[in-house]
């Protein structure tokens, strides 16, 4: 590979990784072509980014990105996982891959959260959180009981009201003509 490959690579890498919000550093050595097959298609339905990197283009590539932090953990083989809409589908895609896939060779090494270094447990904790989609419908769930609330409530009243006039209603039935 030329320096002007090279270069051209860098660059591609960096405008992969800037508008990310979270970048998941994996290690895939050992894993078959049907697994890593199987985990790109499952990364990119959640429009997650899924790269084989050589660690010293990386190394360069994210120096000037908010993932710099990734940098020291560049070792051996490596593949980054780049989330662009929601940060933890991507930590759900992958830790739900190794549950689904005990015996593959996938090993989640790090991951940096708009910038901060996610260790490998707090990956996997990531990845118990709500997506965003869940949290929308949680939120619209919270803004929608409060007009149901309040128009139970004026039911009630009104509901009330039409009983005691009911009641007496049926009491002037009762009572004998004078």
Known sequence: MNRTEKAQVIEELKGVATP???AVL???????????????VKLRSANVA???VKNTLARIALSDCPHQVLGEKLKENNAIAFGYDDPVAAAKILTDFLRENPKSKLVLKAASLEGKFLSEAQLKDL????????????LLG???????????????VLRGF????TAVKDQKDEAPAA
């Open 162 to 165: 039409l009983n005691v006039l």
């Open 127 to 138: 990845a118990k959180l709500p997506g965003r989609q869940e949290l929308l419908a949680m």
């Open 50 to 52: 899924y790269h084989v």
């Open 142 to 156: 919270t803004m929608n009981a409060v007009p149901q609330n309040f128009v139970g409530v004026l039911a009630a």
């Open 20 to 22: 990310s919000s979270i």
């Open 26 to 40: 994996t290690d895939f050595k050992g894993m078959t072509v049907e697994e890593m097959t199987e985990l790109r």
